[in-house]
């Protein structure tokens, strides 16, 4: 993170990491808990219940969701890629510079 971020905003981004941590289990848990409310096929055939021995929970959707949300993330990181190779720039010229002295 610290090569990422400034001096300035490295404790907020560090604070964000640590509460998205934190909080990640207990939301992933509380999800976990509503998809297996719904059926597995996502549509409840007449004559089922919750309560019905042949009930099945969507479980998938706990695997599936998080990943499509972590897939569209990912693509949005991708839209940094400039700001990173400012930084590698960055970087590099502060480690030669601190190498001169």
């Known amino acids: ?12 981004a560090l604070s964000a990491l640590a509460v998205f941590s934190f909080l990640g289990y207990p939301f992933g848990l509380a999800l976990g808990s509503k998809f ?12 089922m219940t919750e309560n019905s021995p042949e009930f099945v929970g969507a479980w998938w959707l706990g695997i599936v969701l998080p ?15 400039s700001r990173c190779l400012q930084q590698k720039k960055f970087w590099r010229e502060r480690l030669s510079v601190g190498s001169q002295r």
Not at 1 to 12: G, H
Not at 36 to 47: F, K, R
Not at 68 to 77: E, K, P, Q, S, W
């Open 1 to 12: 993170l610290d090569e990422i971020f400034s001096q300035k905003s490295f404790a907020v």
């Open 36 to 47: 297996l409310s719904w059926h597995v096929t996502l549509i409840m055939p007449e004559g």
């Open 67 to 81: 990943s499509a949300i972590g897939f569209c993330l990912a693509f949005v990181v991708l839209l940094y890629h």
